[in-house]
């Protein structure tokens, strides 16, 4: 593993009651949905669509919130939060490019 | 409601992360058959499987949240729904619940627990709700217009037709009849054979209430409304709420309750005393008396316009003495249900215990001729009910002059009889009474025409 972990699997391992398979099967539906919320993040800043990011965010929450990647917990919540906003304080594009990064992060590092 | 012992829960979440855990985390009760639904238009399709309970995330992809909880609840009105969502905000929440949701519960760290917590709540409200479902059948078959209201004679047909009418329909039934003619009996088979009787029946007798404190039994009081009201209090129109409010002995309500009880059914809202606040009801209302409510309004005792306000479905209930054969059809049945409860073989009535039966006039009605029955069967030997083990009560053995065919002669030596046992056998008292001669009097004793018990 590359790095000081960005994730923590203990919430998971308690939540799967002893049953290894399991966390693997979620580290699996993970993967997939890290996977399909790049995509979304992309096409976003793309078409400059912030209301398809902030569905992204929205979905990909509790995972982040249930692995412990405590570093995107402000972040998720930012870019869901963003269209609501009245006034533009964060540049959101940013925070989007930062998600990306850390979950490309958070992936290579489950699977080295 | 599934049938089988497992409880069916359909989860509906779009994010297969947050699905996949709820699915993991309720599972490990193995009483609980847990299916995962990513859409709302999938779970409306499946509902039909009849799930015990269902639980949603409020974004999905296909259908907002709000619908769909109201989609599921108009398929099924009774299915509890719990939503799951990462939305904080506190106004989604109580939308949700306004629309019938059960609970709302945000996902965070502490959802699965407060979710467990939650199913097990609703289970336990569901197991409550079965068993008084259950009750409510109980009661159904218990107060059964058919199984308890027994008779074949036109004066009490006359009445089931009614009785027909009062439990298709919403409208205030006033019941009239002497003591013991069944008016409660009636009043309870007409809720337990309506739409309301899953709901309650609440009866009150004005008659035994006191002037003080029939204000706040009716429509409650509010804590500190009057020096001993410690606490809040329902009355017994919000008890009554959807249900039946059977008030007995009406004609005994007090002239000032009778203007508040007008406001309350005209407004169809009770303020508890004390209270400043409406509370809406909605009740049916029966309403009995023993009295004659018209004579009562024409005397001044009892509120025309309230009157009119409860009368509604008027409902006569014959005396026992008018019901021809009911009698012993009655005393048959009360003889088998007194059996049935002592675990005993039924004894049967001898023809000299029918003829007594068929030519006493009854004063109190059905309640009497259970009372007397049941002592008869107590009394009786050989399992044969004999003349002398039927024993009229002497309570109510007021004078009656009108059971049998009897000349005139009969007549009047019945009623000097009656009038002479109670003046305690004083001629004179007696004979001042009905304004005739004592010489009358003594004649008739001393030719062994009328006798007296003092």
Same mark, same amino acid.
């Given at each position: ?23 693997? %099967? ?21 078409? /400059? ?5 902030? /569905?992204?965010? %929205?979905? @990909? ?23 609501? /906003? ?5 540049? @959101? ?7 990306? %990064? ?8 489950? /699977?080295? | ?61 296909? &259908? ?47 959802? !699965?627990? &407060? ?62 009849? *002497?003591?013991?003619?069944? =008016? ?38 509010? =804590? ?9 209090? =329902? ?99 009360? &003889?088998? *249900? ?31 001729? !259970? ?34 065919? !009897? ?48």
């Amino acid at each position: 593993m590359s790095g000081t972990p960005l994730f923590d699997l203990e919430p998971l391992r308690q939540l799967s009651g002893g049953d290894e398979s399991f966390v693997k %099967h979620m580290l699996g539906v993970f993967d997939k949905l890290v996977q399909e919320t790049i995509e979304n993040f992309q096409s976003a800043l793309e078409e /400059k669509d912030w209301e398809k990011a902030s /569905k992204a965010a %929205h979905k @990909i929450k509790p995972s982040l919130d249930q692995l412990r990647i405590d570093s995107l917990r402000n972040t998720v919540r930012e870019i869901e939060a963003f269209p609501k /906003k009245d006034v533009a304080d964060y540049d @959101i594009s940013a925070k989007i490019n930062e998600m990306i %990064h850390t979950l490309n992060k958070v992936t290579s590092q489950l /699977k080295s | 409601m599934s049938d089988n012992t497992d409880f069916k829960i359909f989860i509906v979440e779009d994010d297969p992360w947050y699905g996949n855990l709820l699915v993991h985390h309720l599972s490990l009760n193995p009483d609980y058959d847990v299916t995962l639904f990513t859409t709302g238009k999938e779970v409306l399709k499946a509902l039909s499987e009849g799930p015990d309970l269902l639980c949603m995330d409020y974004g999905l992809p296909d &259908i907002e949240g709000e619908k769909l909880v109201k989609h599921i609840l108009k398929v099924d009105s009774e299915i509890p729904i719990i939503v799951i969502s990462g939305q904080e905000d506190i106004s989604v929440a109580v939308s949700l619940l306004k629309s019938g949701a059960k609970d709302y519960i945000v996902k965070d760290d502490h959802a !699965k627990d &407060i979710l467990w917590k939650s199913i097990i709540n609703i289970r336990e409200n569901l197991s409550l709700k079965k068993e008084v479902e259950k009750l409510q059948d109980e009661l159904k078959v218990k107060y059964d217009f058919e199984e308890n209201i027994i008779g074949q004679s036109p004066a009490i047909k006359k009445t089931f037709k009614l009785v027909q009418k009062a439990i298709k329909t919403n409208i205030n039934v006033s019941l009239a009849g *002497e003591t013991g003619t069944g =008016k409660e009996v009636y009043a309870k088979a007409i809720h337990f054979s309506s739409k309301r009787r899953k709901k309650p029946f609440v009866a009150v007798n004005m008659g035994a209430i006191s002037k003080d404190l029939a204000e706040s039994e009716l429509f409650g009081h509010e =804590k500190g409304a009057f020096t001993g009201a410690s606490g809040t209090k =329902k009355g017994k129109f919000e008890e009554a709420d959807g249900g039946t409010l059977f008030l007995d002995e009406i004609a005994e309500m007090d002239l000032g309750l009778q203007t508040k009880l007008l406001r309350v059914l005209q407004e169809r809202e009770v303020v508890r005393v004390g209270g400043n606040t409406p509370i809406p009801i909605d009740i049916r209302l029966i309403s009995a008396t023993h009295k004659n409510l018209t004579e009562e309004v024409k005397e001044g005792h009892f509120r025309e316009d309230l009157y009119f306000r409860i009368i509604g479905l008027p409902i006569e209930l014959p005396p026992l003495r008018d019901r021809d054969n009911d009698v012993l059809i009655l005393a048959k049945h009360f &003889i088998e *249900e007194f059996a049935k409860e002592n675990l005993e073989p039924p004894p049967t009535l001898s023809s000299e215990a029918k003829k007594k039966l068929k030519e006493y006039p009854f004063p109190g009605n059905v309640r009497e001729l !259970k009372a007397t029955v049941e002592l008869a069967c107590v009394m009786s030997e050989n399992q044969m009910i004999k003349e002398e083990d039927l024993t009229f009560s002497q309570i109510s053995s007021k004078p009656f002059f009108g059971m049998s065919d !009897k000349t005139l002669k009969e007549y009047n030596n019945e009623i000097i009889s009656y009038f002479l046992d109670k003046n305690d056998g004083n001629v004179l008292q007696t004979a001042r009474k009905l304004d005739i001669g004592k010489s009358t009097i003594y004649n008739l004793i001393n030719d062994g025409e009328i006798s007296t018990k003092k």
